[in-house]
Nanobody
Framework: QVQLVESGGGQMQAGGSLRLSCSIS????????VGWFRQAPGKEREGVSC????????YYADSVKGRFTISRDNSKNTVYLQINSLKPEDTAVYYC?????????????????WGQGTQVTVSS
């Protein structure tokens, strides 16, 4: 069993930066890739980034390329999402999830385990 817990969300000003953390427990942590998703008010959840088991490969949705950086520290069982140049449209609940592979279309059905989410609110 794998459990994921997100943290680091909060209320931010546009233009600022934020780092979200996803702490993962379970003996098989290193067997999974980890993705970040977000769900804005009134919108469907969307995948924004994914990182391979080793951290050597990273993937980003076009909407966040250049501003988001995903990383992982396997010694701490933690995956991070650095968000720079925050925009009001980044306001959403951010979720991390574990899967066997990073799918190009961020198919939620391929993610086996999910965190509870952390709220990010960006004001202009």
């Amino acid at each position: 069993q794998v459990q994921l817990v997100e943290s680091g969300g909060g209320q931010m000003q546009a233009g600022g930066s934020l780092r979200l953390s996803c702490s993962i427990s379970g003996r098989t942590y290193s067997s999974y890739v980890v993705g970040w998703f977000r769900q804005a008010p009134g919108k469907e959840r969307e995948g924004v980034s994914c990182i391979s088991r080793s951290g050597g490969s990273t993937y980003y949705a076009d909407s966040v390329k250049g501003r988001f950086t995903i990383s992982r520290d396997n010694s701490k069982n933690t995956v991070y999402l650095q968000i720079n140049s925050l925009k009001p449209e980044d306001t959403a609940v951010y979720y991390c999830a574990a899967a066997w592979t990073c799918s190009r279309d961020y198919d939620e059905n391929s993610y086996n385990y999910w965190g509870q989410g952390t709220q990010v609110t960006v004001s202009s």
